[in-house]
C-alpha cells in the first residue's frame, strides 16, 4: 500500500451513531476499492500494484463492496483500519487538522500542514491493530465526530464515554481479526 487513506472513516447523515452500528474497511479493503472504483484500473492491474494475485484482489474487492454497501444501506458508519498491508514508508495522520504525511526521522514529528504536535504514527496503529486481540478491540472506543481514538472503561459501553476532544459520545471500534 502507498498512500493511507486521508480519513478514519465516514458516517451516515440522518442516523443517531450507536456503538454496535460501525463497520471497520480494512486499510487492503479500501485500496483495492479506491484503485479499481476510484483509479478505474483493472483488477488484473489493480492486483499488481498491490502485490497480490488477481483472485486475492477481487476477493478484497467484493469484501470491501459488501461492507460499503451495507453500511450505506443500513445507514452504519464506517471506520477505516487494520488489515494484513504494509505501508512502505513512516506515515503519519495529524489529529488537528488531518492530513496524511511522511516523515524522514522519528524525532519531532509535527504536522508540516497546521503544525500540530499531536499526530498518529499510522504504521504502528496498524501494528497495534494486528497485534491485538478481540478482547482490546471491545475496549477500544473511537469518536464518530473528530476520529479520536481511547481505550474504554471495563463495564462501561463507549456509547456512555465521552470525546475527550469534542465531547461527542464514542463508539466502539469493531475490527475482531
Not at 23 to 30: G, N
Not at 63 to 71: D, M, P
Not at 80 to 92: F, P, R, S, T
Not at 98 to 105: D, E, I, K, T, Y
Amino acid at each position: 500500500m502507498g498512500v493511507p487513506p486521508k480519513l478514519r472513516g465516514f458516517k451516515p447523515l440522518g442516523t443517531a451513531c450507536h456503538e454496535n452500528e460501525a463497520i471497520s474497511l480494512h486499510f487492503d479493503e479500501y485500496e483495492a476499492f479506491r484503485l479499481a472504483t476510484y483509479e478505474k484500473l483493472p483488477q488484473d492491474q489493480a492486483a499488481v500494484r498491490m502485490n497480490v494475485s488477481r483472485p486475492t484482489f477481487t476477493r478484497i474487492y467484493n469484501k470491501a463492496l459488501e461492507k460499503i454497501a451495507k453500511a450505506f444501506v443500513e445507514g452504519q458508519t464506517i471506520i477505516i483500519e487494520g488489515g494484513d498491508v504494509q505501508l512502505d514508508k513512516n506515515w503519519y495522520r495529524c489529529n488537528h487538522c488531518h492530513a496524511v504525511f511522511q516523515s524522514v526521522g522519528e524525532s519531532d514529528i509535527y504536522c508540516h500542514n497546521c503544525q500540530s504536535n499531536d499526530v498518529e504514527h499510522i504504521n504502528r496503529t496498524l501494528q497495534d491493530w494486528r497485534l491485538g486481540d478481540e478482547k482490546t478491540a471491545e475496549k477500544t472506543c473511537i469518536c464518530p465526530s473528530c476520529g479520536k481514538r481511547k481505550s474504554g472503561k471495563l463495564g462501561v459501553p463507549c456509547r456512555e464515554e465521552q470525546c475527550p476532544d469534542c465531547k461527542s459520545n464514542m463508539m466502539r471500534t469493531n475490527n475482531p481479526k
